[in-house]
């Protein structure tokens, strides 16, 4: 369809949150020419440093040909289903959503053709909750809010619609059963550790992987199915590391705040920078969470005005007293969480102001002689105009005596 709209030699590309798709469309290179995922692309983004949110497309740039309508609904749990009834399709059949591996595994497990005596249709999805919770999708936001959002973007008719399909790509799926291996204790227990789970109570058996349980994505670990940058939990850890190793190498003084500018975290030198009491506070309590910046800092108007505004804020030089900061302030989550780099520059900055200082002054004294110096030309050159004139004037052929001449 893609390639009837916009000519026979685009590429298309598949992107969504689920990595099966990247198994479909090597199935099918006459229909894709590749597949890649949500985080892939969010990846490319970073790498490429190009942000989205900035990109204007105009009319020539829009990717979709026409409205999905209720085609918007496939991502959520109960979507396909919903399509189908929109469509009109069949009254007698039987709707129902099965959600996760265990719970495919449970309703057809052991099935037999023959026992399928009613017109069913499944909706089977190996993620429960439907792709928005694919294992490439963006984690973090409620269940609910996602829901939400996909429901309000579907363009659902009032009336049932019979759409005929474009093209068709129509497929039957054999069954062709997964050379089953087991694994030992110990080694189910090893490819764990990959990703950080040392015991059985890291195993948070949450399924953000798209495997039921911990146990199950060290098996497919081991069978080379999935890798250990699929395990939101260890995903989420290592990003902590990664953070704490820079907050507490960084030489320059870090403070996150939340919105009510309690502090989220800080690294030794915020305390460091600011009081020898607060620095011991901090080696006491291991940190200072919670602590109210607006008893530690002067200058929390900043932070309220980045925290509102959403935009970063520079300030090279702000004086505190006696002290010069160079200070950044940036928001992490819009209204919500502030980060703060401080560093203390009075060292490097107060000479600085004093150069500039007496450079002003010499300027000053500079300015003040020439003007001087012009003023005395000014009279100079007037006085030598006006000798100059009298004697042009004296010297002038009316003024002049004739001495054959008698006068006149
Ligand atoms: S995402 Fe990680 S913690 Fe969650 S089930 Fe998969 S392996 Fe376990």
Redesign the pocket.
């Known amino acids: 369809m893609l390639r009837q709209h916009y000519g026979p030699d685009i590429a298309v590309v598949f992107i969504g949150p689920c990595g099966a798709k990247k198994n479909e469309g090597d199935r099918h290179p006459e229909l894709l020419d590749a597949v890649i995922t949500f985080t892939d692309l969010q990846a490319w983004c970073a790498e490429a440093r190009i942000d989205p949110a900035t990109l204007i497309a105009g009319a020539e740039d829009r990717f979709v040909p026409e409205n999905a309508q209720e085609g918007a609904l496939y991502p959520i749990e109960g979507g396909m289903i919903d399509t189908l009834r929109i469509q009109g399709g069949g009254e007698r059949i039987h709707y129902s959503t099965v959600g996760g591996l265990r719970g495919i595994e449970h309703v057809l497990g052991g099935l037999q053709p023959e026992n399928v005596t009613l017109p069913i249709f499944l909706e089977l999805l190996a993620c429960r909750g439907g792709c928005i919770n694919g294992p490439c999708a963006t984690p973090g936001q409620s269940g609910l809010k996602q829901w939400q959002e996909v429901i309000s973007r579907a363009d659902v008719p009032a009336e049932p619609v019979l759409r005929q399909p474009l093209s068709n790509i129509d497929e039957n799926i054999c069954d062709l059963p997964l050379p089953a291996r087991t694994y030992g204790e110990q080694e189910i227990r090893q490819a764990l550790r990959l ?1 950080g ?1 040392e015991s059985r109570d890291d ?7 798209g ?1 039921e ?2 146990g199950d ?1 060290a098996t497919a670990i081991l069978s080379g199915h999935a890798e250990s940058s ?5 995903l989420r850890v290592q990003a902590q590391k990664k953070a704490n190793a820079l907050l507490h190498c960084i030489p320059s003084a870090i403070v996150l705040a939340d919105h009510s500018l309690k502090v989220l975290d800080c690294n030794r030198n915020f305390a460091k920078l600011l009081d020898p009491e607060l620095l011991e506070a901090y080696d006491i309590c291991q940190g200072l969470s919670g602590a109210s910046l607006m008893r530690i800092l002067p200058f929390t108007d900043l932070f309220k005005e980045v925290l509102s505004s959403d935009c970063s804020l520079h300030r090279e030089a702000l004086h505190v007293g006696e002290r010069i900061f160079d200070l950044t302030i940036f928001p992490i989550e819009a209204g919500q969480v502030v980060g703060g780099v401080i560093s203390d520059v009075t060292d490097s900055e107060l000479p600085r102001e004093m150069i500039a200082q007496r450079g002003q002054e010499v300027i000053r004294k500079n300015l003040k002689t020439v003007q001087e110096v012009a003023c005395l030309l000014g009279e100079n050159m007037a006085e030598t105009e006006i000798l100059l004139r009298s004697l042009v004037e004296g010297f002038a052929p009316a003024n002049r005596v004739n001495p054959h001449s008698g006068p006149q």
Do not use: Q, W
């Open positions: 990703v789970k195993e948070l058996n949450c399924g953000g992987c495997y349980t911990c994505f699929m395990c939101l939990s260890f």
